[in-house]
């Protein structure tokens, strides 16, 4: 009986196809809609918390400064650390990878006849292990260059780009605020942050040199620290408040005149606003399947009207009231199903589309895709079955007087 019921069905589909193809649009736009904003919506997550993790493994940001909404910024009103609280976390805080100074600000990058505006940033060795950040070409700080203070440099690729082209950096002096500096590496590529600026618009310098030619002072206005593994980023943070609250003479009762923020709670911020848009995106466009199931009720509905001597016929001839309500059922839910299906397949395309003219990763949820084809498929039973209904219910006598 349900194999009947089907092939009667799907006869009845292809009697009128324009009609069914018109019916199941919303059905297909819905489920495209709901798979491809979810797909667009994991991808744009994946690339959040890959930036993110660009920026440091495991690190913790000491800044100046009781902690406020918005980007990092200083705090005048505390006062900056010094070079000994490097030192001091360095030596008295446990399961450290590295500890540096990270003191940065906008300049002016000269070669020649080219100049460009770029992050001059003020730090040791340790900060390439922290940022987990390689050179591509030459090397990074001596130790002695790096107590001296030598006027020496790392740059960015995009630096480089822009001043030199094609040429080889190496062993060229620049001029930053009119200071000369002899560059002897080039940093791998990190490419644009989360946050949307360009990583590798940078040029690293020594802290004493930046310290003392760039910022006039020997003021530390942040220091980064790399702890070795996840579990102990609590530990040392504990650690870190402790030490500094000591060497900043805090007083019991006061509020700490310093802030440390960690990466792991500024990318769960950013991932939960992904998701949470993601899913608010993908549930308005779920609207579209309850239009879809409008769409099916109408047409079942008008198919009733049109098919009425034939139920008159059937139910006159034995056919119970069942077996005429399967068969309606039926037809509805084959629509709503090749419609999930469609969509399914149109969302895949159109989400792949999306991502590669974005560059975000490809990321096919099955969760969603499996609850978006049930989801359709219960959209035809619960549409489909008061035109169901309304058909089985025809007086047979009734409906073989209608013309």
């Known amino acids: 009986m349900l194999l009947n019921a089907l092939l009667i069905a799907i006869k009845e589909i292809r009697r009128n196809i324009l009609r069914s193809i018109l019916t199941i649009l919303g059905i297909v736009i819905g489920v495209a809609s709901v798979i491809a904003m979810v797909m667009i919506g994991d991808g744009t997550t994946a690339n959040v918390t890959a930036n993110i993790e660009k920026l440091g493994s495991n690190m913790l940001n000491v800044r100046v400064g009781q902690e ?4 990092p910024r200083d705090d005048n009103s505390a006062k900056p650390f010094k070079i000994e609280d490097i030192t001091a976390i360095k030596n008295e805080v446990s399961n450290l990878k590295g500890v540096t100074a990270e003191n940065s600000g906008m300049a002016n990058v000269v070669f020649g006849n080219k100049s460009n505006s770029s992050l001059i940033v003020g730090t040791t060795s340790d900060y390439f292990i922290i940022k987990d950040w390689e050179v591509e070409q030459g090397r990074i700080f001596e130790e002695g260059e790096l107590s001296s203070g030598k006027s020496v440099c790392i740059l960015g690729t995009t630096v480089v780009k822009n001043l030199f082209g094609d040429e080889n950096p190496i062993g060229a002096t620049i001029r930053i605020k009119n200071f000369p500096c002899s560059v002897i590496g080039v940093l791998a ?5 989360s946050f949307g600026r360009d990583q590798d618009e940078v040029v690293i310098t020594p802290l ?13 206005s942040s220091i980064i620290v790399s702890v070795m593994e996840e579990k102990y980023i609590e530990d040392a ?3 870190i408040i402790s030490l500094m609250q000591d060497r900043r003479a ?3 009762g006061e509020s700490d005149n310093f802030h440390i923020r960690d990466m792991k709670d500024i990318l769960n911020t950013m991932t939960s606003t992904t998701k949470m848009l993601t899913y608010l995106l993908g549930s308005i466009a779920a609207i579209s399947l309850l239009v879809g199931g409008i769409g099916i009720m109408n047409i079942m509905l008008v198919s009733v009207t049109e098919r009425t001597r034939e139920i008159g016929i059937r139910l006159a001839i034995g056919a119970m009231q069942s077996e005429v309500l399967l068969q309606f059922l039926i037809e ?4 709503s199903t090749w419609g999930g299906i469609i969509g399914i397949f149109l969302g895949l395309g159109v989400g792949y589309g999306v991502v590669q003219i974005f560059e975000l990763p490809y990321i096919i949820n099955t969760q969603i895709i499996l609850i978006s084809f049930i989801f359709s498929t219960l959209i035809g039973v619960v549409f489909g079955y008061f035109p169901a209904r309304k058909a089985a219910r025809l007086n047979p006598i009734d409906a073989l007087r209608y013309e």
């Open 208 to 220: 004493k040199m930046y310290q003392r030619k760039i910022q006039g002072n020997l003021d530390v």
């Open 250 to 252: 805090v007083k019991v």
């Open 237 to 239: 943070k504990e650690q």
């Open 332 to 335: 509805a839910i084959v629509l």
């Open 68 to 71: 406020k909404r918005g980007a």
């Open 189 to 193: 590529s990190k490419g644009a942050s």
